[in-house]
């Protein structure tokens, strides 16, 4: 029989900073890596034009649902530690409003087939995975935030990996078949995608503490969870934001396809691989420091204790990052994938592409401590406002990039790395003016500025293949920070 010891401890964990970004970054990085090696195989498996069309039919199902989420997961991961015996009841509650919302928007995308105003030819069955597809992965929001508030990030990390290894699996059978369709790999991935809502579902069941019996006090979680309208109220700001979001990271790709067709799109998409791949740091440092954030946010030493760390984190993962992420890219990137993806058959090569990107990843990395304190501020509208002004930035930089200065597929692919990158510029400096953390941003002045100029000579030197990148060798000094911030159990 378990000890008594044994049996209360899920019952005292409770969220790090430290402890839960290892966990998180770390399964992060190996479905990163699984999510490699399945994209290897669609490119080999599939033409440049239908890997375009998955690309898109993804991209643009995950962006027009995510909206369904309503901001109830975020609401629970910033109030979910007050009473971690109530989450499982409260991932419950959220999903009959979520299923409610659910349906205008699926028959709004059965009726209009938004896919098609990109890629007139899109296949129904492509739509319909991808319409699957983004309605699980809204599902696993709830019950990953539920355990994480409850300090089991290792049990959310096991599921993203689960989730992956489903997905790359079936894509293996799939090519081993040959099959070369691409709505089979879609519905594949459709697979994994439910495999990794419900397996969060049942862990957030097991491991939450016994709830007494009788009446749910819903204030233990706040004032905001007492009645329908006070909680769908308070998770408004966040579901307008969600709403939005999506198009943060794929307006350029969105761009780039209007003016090039869906094979400028897959090589675009092969570009952002390695980058998007690295963005799961900064949403996994996120995710880690969010509920800290939440349950901290009366108490300025603790908020400040809790930013350090998570920027120490960003600094040490910064040269790690873009040493690694260039690695892989250049190295073997085009050995695993198709010869035109980099051969400058489409115009540009992805390699060059992605190089400019890396400046937008460590803009988005060094972000992620302020932007998590716009997130969890008493005013949850100022973080509304601040992903309307990055997405109103990213949508005027390209357009103009993108289709006022660029003129050839190889300009409009370059022109959409470089708009990339300068609105990961904008989100950081209105992350720094908006968290309402400016003294404490001044205050480790030395390591941004370092930081920065670090980075600008890192990717100039790369991309003009000069030696400028000599001058980033500095960077390495903060890995040492980086990793005893790892290393914390608390924040």
Known sequence: ?????????????????GRDS?????????????????????????????????????????????????????????????APDLVPRAVHRMYRYQALALIPFALAALALRPDTWLVPEMPLALMLAALLTAVAHVGSYAPRSGLRVMGEARWEALTKVIERT??????????????????????????????????????VRLVAPPRSSGVVDWSRLGPNWNTHASLLMASLPFAVTLGVLPYVVRIEKFLVTLQGGSELAAVFHVAQLAWLAGLVVPA????????????????????????????????GLLPIGLIGGYMVVALLAPVAFPSEYFDGTFGASA?????????????????TPTYTAVMTSFNPWRFTGFIFIVLLFAIAIGYVAIISLASTPGGWLRAGAIASSLSAGVLLVASWLMSGQVGWV????????????????????????????VFAIPLVSLIPSGLRALQSTRS
């Open 351 to 367: 390699v060059d592409l992605f190089i400019v990107m890396l400046l937008g990843w460590a803009l988005t990395l060094l972000a």
């Open 442 to 469: 001044r205050a480790r002045s030395d390591d941004w500025g370092l930081a920065l100029l670090g980075t600008g000579f890192f990717v100039v030197g790369l991309a003009s293949s000069t030696l400028w990148w």
């Open 22 to 82: 290892t966990w998180l970054v770390g399964a992060d990085l190996f479905a990163v890596a699984l999510a490699f090696l399945g994209q290897i195989i669609l490119a080999r498996m599939l033409l440049p034009e239908q890997y375009g069309w998955m690309v898109i039919a993804i991209d643009v199902y995950a962006s027009l649902f995510l909206v369904v989420d309503l901001g109830l997961p975020t609401l629970l991961a910033r109030d979910g530690t007050q």
């Open 1 to 17: 029989m378990p000890s008594p010891v044994m049996v209360s401890e899920p019952q005292q964990r409770k969220p790090s900073v």
């Open 284 to 315: 996994a440092l996120r995710a880690a420091l969010l509920p800290v954030l939440g349950e901290a946010r009366d108490s300025p030493l603790r908020v400040r204790q809790a930013l350090d760390t998570s920027l120490d984190l960003c600094m």
């Open 166 to 203: 489903v997905t790359v699996l079936a894509y293996g059978v799939l090519a081993f078949l040959g099959v070369t369709e691409a709505s089979a790999y879609l519905w594949a991935f459709c697979a994994g995608a439910l495999v990794g809502w419900l397996a969060p579902y049942v862990l």
